[in-house]
């Protein structure tokens, strides 16, 4: 019968936690320790601004060698391997009694020994070790002096007496059969009658309070936000405030009404003086439109400290107002990142209502935001370039409908100017993300035409093509296959970007005041020209490739269950550049179905119509079908000489007669 021991030891437990532990810290360590994703190779923006801000975000996420980004997670780390060290310890340092019984080991001879050796080697040990003879030493017992003569003569005659070797041999142990003695790991004291209250009372709190709770944050948390990952209450206030003709300024107000519910652990008690400072310096800055843009907001002082604060810090960033405080540089860098998030859930409601201005604004706004200028102030985008502030980017703008590339005279400006700004200049608008559509067109594959109720796919073929760089006409296509067959391999498949060999899409944008690296995008939204209203839902775009070649993109919609003219017009927005932004006006049609059936059985029976003189041509005659005619002529060149000479013997027989 097997007898079940208990780990007084804690040897096997140890061994337990280690490898449970090993399991959760090796890979967590490998993620905290591997450096974060860099753009591929130069296809970044290289300016000195964007430099500096790369090394910003590097610092701000994580630290330095003197003074390092301390998360959670990293003292969550370090007590794991700390106990895995003190696990380890332990489990080297255990006592193994597990060992199997070994008598020449415990004579100290080797195996294989004679029987002659054996006995005159015991006759050495037992004379050195018998109990009469031994004198003790400091640390000895007669007990133990007694015990170890025990084992010598045990192990001597398990390899000298024949019943006592079978039982050695049989059963691994010369006195015969044993218990068998099976460990688990767990330390005795937890199965104690003594600890019995303590042990039920852990359980408890883990399992019966513990992990409810638990499971109950986490499901009353994820109910509490809807699914773009918003609280309920903000895509409440958003579905209340946007209209069909909401204004940017309208948008602003509105998205940032939901930080009070979104940071609710950035209330105060009391105002801090910076946060007032930067106030007066808005108020300053714009005038008289801070008072109407913080009533539109309901930011006003002492109602909603929360709300007012998220708006200060913002306004503060969009009007590239230094914040001294590292704590509320912070604060406005962590509110900032939170903005994309509330704006797509801004966007999505928009949408959902099929609103083109208020959808237009939402996506807009991203790129203000992105290089820290004042909505709906386009006249100043000149100032998303290194070193041109705003008010000098409202001077150096050319003036409006004026048919010349700004970026390019901005460069030639500084440039005869001597000025040291243009080489950094230059930099941003090498790698800046101006858009050229080279061709829009809808196709049904497989088909020539479109009918009502088709599955339709929206092609775009898009590059950019950096502000003075020279126009690339058609495509660097080396692969040898058309234009036309490499479409129809991309209708083909199933991905919604073509995939394109050596891609340099830009990585990260230039975007020198936004807290953390940028991946540029652009939405292609589809609108009704008559009505300006959303006809399908938009396609973010993003790994535009530097020109000369271009990429396709595709969005697949169901047609309309009428035909007719449909005059749509195409909007490209920029979530990182202000300004750049393409219209584009495309005019299709849905075809009547009876009529496309009846014009490809009149060109299937074109092409299929027999020869007159074949056997298919005669069955065709039979019937009432056409066929092809011969040429005329083609009889008298086909008569052979016996029939001259039968004409000839008719005509003389009839002149004779």
Request: charged share 25%; glycine share 6%; aromatic share 8%.
């Amino acid at each position: 019968m097997a007898n079940y021991s208990y780990d007084e030891a804690g040897n096997m437990a140890a061994y337990f936690l280690l490898t449970f532990l090993s399991i959760i810290l090796i890979p967590l360590t490998i993620s905290s320790l591997s450096p974060s994703r860099k753009p591929r190779g130069k296809s970044g923006c290289q300016c000195r601004a964007c430099a500096e801000q790369t090394e910003n975000i590097r610092r701000r996420e994580g630290g330095s060698v003197l003074s390092p980004k301390l998360r959670p997670k990293t003292f969550i780390l370090a007590a794991g391997w700390a106990l895995v060290a003190y696990l380890t310890y332990k489990a080297v340092t255990a006592e193994v009694e597990n060992k199997v019984y070994d008598p020449f080991e415990i004579l100290g001879l080797g195996s294989g020994v004679d029987l002659k050796a054996i006995k005159s080697h015991y006759k050495k040990l037992s004379k050195k070790f018998h109990p009469d003879k031994v004198k003790l030493g400091v640390n000895e017992t007669m007990e133990m002096v007694e015990a170890k003569f025990v084992e010598i003569t045990k192990a001597y005659k398990s390899l000298t007496d024949e019943t006592i070797r079978k039982n050695w041999e049989l059963y691994g142990h010369p006195d015969g059969r044993q218990e068998v003695s099976m460990g688990i790991a767990l330390p005795k004291w937890i199965v104690e009658s003594g600890n019995n209250i303590w042990v039920l009372g852990a359980y408890g709190l883990l399992f019966g309070g513990a992990l409810p709770a638990l499971v109950g944050r986490w499901w009353f948390g994820n109910r509490d936000k809807t699914k773009d990952g918003v609280k309920a209450r903000s895509a409440e206030v958003f579905f209340k405030t946007l209209q069909e003709e909401s204004s940017i300024d309208d948008v602003v107000a509105g998205f940032v009404k939901a930080f009070e519910w979104e940071r609710p652990k950035a209330t105060v008690s009391k105002r801090e003086s910076e946060v007032d400072d930067l106030e007066q310096q808005i108020k300053e800055r714009l005038n008289g439109k801070w008072t109407e843009l913080s009533k539109l907001a309901d930011a006003m002082p002492g109602e909603h400290e929360t709300r007012r604060r998220a708006f200060i810090l913002l306004y503060a960033h969009l009007l590239r107002i230094p914040i001294r405080n590292a704590s509320l540089r912070q604060e406005q860098a962590d509110l900032l990142l939170q903005t994309p998030t509330l704006l797509n859930s801004m966007l999505n409601i928009s949408v959902s209502r099929n609103w083109l201005q208020p959808t237009l604004s939402v996506m807009r706004l991203h790129a203000y935001l992105a290089q820290a200028i004042l909505p709906g102030q386009d006249h100043l985008r000149l100032a998303q370039f290194p070193d041109v502030s705003p008010d000098e980017a409202a001077t150096l703008a050319p003036p409006e409908g004026a048919n010349t590339d700004a970026v390019t005279e901005l460069i030639e400006t500084l440039e005869q100017r001597s000025d040291v700004r243009a080489s950094e200049v230059r930099k941003a608008a090498q790698r800046w993300g101006r858009v050229e559509l080279v061709d829009a067109a809808l196709r049904v594959f497989g088909e020539r035409c479109i009918t009502p109720q088709a599955y339709i796919n929206i092609v775009l073929k898009l590059r950019l093509s950096p502000p003075g760089a020279p126009h690339a006409n058609g495509d660097a296509q080396t692969d040898g296959r058309s234009e036309e067959q490499r479409e129809e391999e991309f209708l083909a498949g199933k991905t919604d970007m073509e995939d394109l060999p050596g891609d340099d899409g830009v990585s990260y944008a230039h975007a020198p005041y936004w807290p953390a690296h940028r991946k540029p995008s652009w939405w292609a939204v589809m609108s009704d020209a008559r009505s300006n209203k959303i006809m399908i839902a938009p396609m973010k775009i993003s790994d535009i490739p530097m020109g000369p070649q271009y990429r396709m993109y595709r969005q697949q919609f169901q047609g309309p269950p009428q035909s007719g003219l449909n005059r749509w017009r195409l909007h490209l927005i920029s979530d990182t550049f202000i300004g750049e932004e393409l219209v584009h006006d495309m005019e299709w049609k849905v075809e009547d179905p009876s009529v496309v059936n009846v014009v490809e059985m009149e060109s299937e029976d074109e092409i299929s119509e027999p020869e007159e003189d074949s056997l298919a041509g005669q069955m065709a005659l039979m019937r009432g079908g056409s066929v092809k005619r011969q040429e005329d002529g083609s009889d008298d060149e086909s008569t052979t000489d016996d029939d001259r000479d039968e004409d000839a013997e008719s005509s003389s027989s009839s002149d004779s007669d």
